[in-house]
């Protein structure tokens, strides 16, 4: 079986280099094309060499257009911006675009899904194997629960992570509210502050803590009288990202358009 032919997004970022080093290491993909953006001082370099490995001759290029002429695949862990630029030419070339970015606004995540018609795309707030698996339990748990139990997401990441709360806290959040079966943007309690009066029944609350070099920490907590139940998981690597994303990329190669998840990848949509 011909191997496929994958483009890393922000080549030159702590992401971008783990997902070239996960390609290596990974039987079945072979890096194509590193992406990085036009004014980016990394341009030109070769992008094996930066993930730490030998050198691979694929070199870092704004253009995405000329290196996807040859690509079946874009693994997609940028900025808002970046990735919304991304779309239209992965749309069109026929790529798998699989988008691990955050802090996508719902402006962008309608850009995203208007071109599922024609194209693959897998896009998911945290590719971690654990993660959606955690958030599959969220949704169980939160289904098998009624109000009497408060939901709380706590969440903590590095110092350098720019938005909050996390993509994968909101992902948990949802999993949650699909089990209560509300709209999370209608019972999602954010930014505690001051005097902010008692807590409203069937809220799902956040709470984001930065610092130090944490890769991502997530709980989930279902505060009931008397008892509590948490549900954690605790990223140790970043790898552990990479390699999800390249396992939801091999999955969804050959796949018909359409918007898929971690959930579809590992085939937990109807646990």
């Not at 850009?111 to 599922?116: A, H, L, M, R, Y």
């Not at 949704?139 to 350098?160: P, T």
């Not at 949802?174 to 209560?180: I, K, L, P, S, V």
């Not at 890769?215 to 552990?240: C, L, N, Q």
Request: proline share 3%; hydrophobic share 45%; charged share 20%.
């Amino acid at each position: 079986m011909t191997d496929m032919r994958l483009i890393v997004a922000g080549a030159g970022g702590r992401m971008g280099r783990a997902l070239i080093r996960a390609i290596h290491d990974t039987a079945g993909a072979v890096v194509v094309g590193a992406l990085e953006a036009p004014t980016s001082e990394l341009l030109g370099r070769d992008s094996g060499t930066l993930a730490g490995l030998p050198e691979n001759g694929v070199k870092l290029s704004g253009d995405l257009w000329t290196m996807s002429k040859d690509a079946d695949g874009i693994l997609d862990f940028t900025v808002p911006a970046a990735t919304i630029a991304n779309v239209a030419i992965a749309a069109q070339r026929g790529l798998v675009h699989v988008i691990g970015t955050t802090g996508l606004s719902a402006s962008d995540d309608a850009v995203i899904k208007s071109v599922t018609k024609q194209a693959i795309v897998v896009q998911a707030g945290n590719m971690s194997l654990g993660v959606n698996l955690l958030a599959a339990l969220v949704k169980r748990v939160a289904q098998s629960l009624d109000n009497g139990f408060d939901i709380e997401i706590l969440e903590m990441h590095h110092k350098a992570k720019i938005d909050a709360p996390s993509g994968t806290a909101f992902m948990l959040g949802e999993a949650a509210a699909a089990g209560r079966g509300v709209a999370l943007d209608e019972h999602s309690a954010r930014g505690r502050d001051g005097l902010t009066g008692a807590r409203k029944p069937g809220d799902i609350g956040f709470a984001s803590l930065r610092g130090g070099t944490v890769t991502g920490d997530h709980t989930v907590i279902f505060a009931g009288p008397y008892e509590r139940i948490e549900i954690s998981h605790k990223a140790e690597d970043r790898m552990i990202f990479a390699h999800g994303a390249l396992k939801a990329a091999l999955w969804a190669h050959g796949k018909p358009p359409g918007h898929y998840s971690m959930t579809d990848v590992l085939g937990l949509r109807d646990f």
